[in-house]
């Protein structure tokens, strides 16, 4: 019989939906569950299941996201269930439990806010996220890592329990698909007349617009590179107005409206990536591996972006791009400025990540890796413990994390939030 594979994620899971389907051309039944719209898994011909979690600290939600999983792995039975993203990893392990479920894979795309703030919150919350991780760990079959750093970090605070651990570069990018989306679209020509660029260089970077994401960095960086190429023209791709009180605001960006544009979410960012010159990528944020820095490797941008977890795993720092520390506009507008001028050295850095993003991060690839860990997965004796002694622990750990503060309006933060 075919193994069912139930795949749970965040909100933004479609993006996903291309690895779902290859996972089904291997010989999986798959199906997903996420907090997201149904639509897109409908239209893919992919059975969904939606449940809600609340992204932010809320003990209560999360107990109650806990029973519904619970509840959805009791009725359907899969023989596996892979997570991915920051609350349904921790979540995930404890209800497969619960509902006596067998082979539990997460999968950790980046560790998010409470591993990268420096607030006083973040760190007096991270004992707290790390026992709960140890938790899960008991009941998770394999982690799987999307970057190195990430796994030393688990490896080091000992957050992994007796499982499988392997790193998995990625989510997986279908190059073809990327390749023939950026060809379809208007031209190079149509794209900036459209925007009223003309001539100007342009530097584009695609992400959150929130301060986590470096955008209030990219904005003084790129006032020091108008003082030395006035011609040049920044656009900042993305979502604003849905990020709460992180958000960038819009009286931040008018300040520099003068080569500032902000365009909001676009869908089609193949297209746009081809009008660019450079591809800024300022994150403060534990990446697991960014897929706005995978395509614009294939699409053949040069790249500067930030020393951080995930972004060092696409970038070679002076080999296939640039890496600069967080938060350093100067840096970052100095290396901004070296590939707007050498664009021989530049062409030749993202041909490199280019090469690299085509040999470690193909969608085949991957599927291929992950497909090797489920059969040998499916191939062993399920892991199966007690179920009531952790969903204790985690009712005390939650109410541990409540206590340090829960109010939403007033911070703003994600704690265990997906990216």
């Not at 995930?92 to 439990?97: E, Q």
């Given at each position: ?18 690895f779902l389907l290859a996972l089904r051309q291997r010989g999986f039944r798959v199906s997903a569950a996420g907090s997201g719209e149904a639509a897109p898994f409908s239209q893919a011909g992919l059975p969904y299941f ?61 560790l998010g806010w409470i591993y990268s703030s420096r607030s006083f919150k973040a760190l007096a919350l991270s004992p707290v996220y790390r026992n709960l991780h140890r938790l899960a760990a008991r009941s998770t079959a ?278």
């Open positions: 019989m075919t193994a069912h594979v139930l795949c749970v994620g965040g909100e933004d899971h479609s993006l996903r939906i291309p939606p449940f809600r979690f609340d992204r932010f600290v809320n003990p209560f939600a999360d107990w109650t996201a806990l029973g519904s999983l619970s509840k959805l792995f009791a009725e359907l039975r899969p023989e596996l269930v892979q997570s991915f993203d920051t609350k349904p990893n921790l979540l995930v392990p404890l209800a497969a439990r619960r509902a006596r479920a067998t082979h539990v894979v997460r999968t950790i795309n980046g394999a982690t799987l890592f999307q970057n190195r750093e990430d796994m030393a970090f688990f490896e080091r605070h000992r957050l992994l329990g007796k499982g499988t651990r392997r790193l998995i570069p990625g989510s997986g990018i279908d190059v073809d698909k990327f390749t023939r989306a950026r060809l379809s679209g208007p031209s190079r020509a149509e794209l900036r007349q459209a925007l009223g660029l003309g001539d100007s260089e342009v530097v584009i970077t695609v992400t959150r617009l929130t301060r986590q994401k470096g955008i209030a960095t990219l904005l003084e960086a790129a006032a020091l590179v108008h003082e030395a190429r006035p011609g040049v023209r920044f656009l900042l791709v993305g979502p604003r107005q849905s990020e709460g009180p992180l958000a960038i605001s819009q009286a931040e960006i008018d300040r520099h409206a003068a080569y500032v544009t902000a365009l909001g979410p676009r869908s089609d960012i193949p297209s746009l990536l081809q009008i660019a010159d450079v591809f800024a990528f300022p994150t403060e944020y534990r990446e697991g591996v960014p897929r706005a820095l995978l395509e614009a490797a294939l699409a053949g941008l040069p790249i500067v972006a930030t020393r951080m977890p995930g972004c060092s795993d696409v970038v070679e720092d002076g080999t296939s791009g640039f890496l600069v520390p967080p938060r350093s506009p100067r840096l970052l507008a100095r290396r901004i400025i070296d590939l707007l001028r050498d664009r021989e050295a530049a062409a030749t850095m993202s041909a490199r990540a280019a090469q690299g993003v085509r040999q470690e991060f193909g969608l085949d690839l991957t599927v291929e890796r992950y497909a090797k860990v489920y059969e040998d997965l499916l191939a062993s004796p399920a892991q199966v413990d007690l179920a009531e002694r952790d969903g204790s622990k985690l009712a005390s750990l939650q109410r541990a994390a409540a206590q340090l503060g829960t109010d939403r309006e007033s911070d703003g933060y994600r704690v265990l939030g997906t990216q």
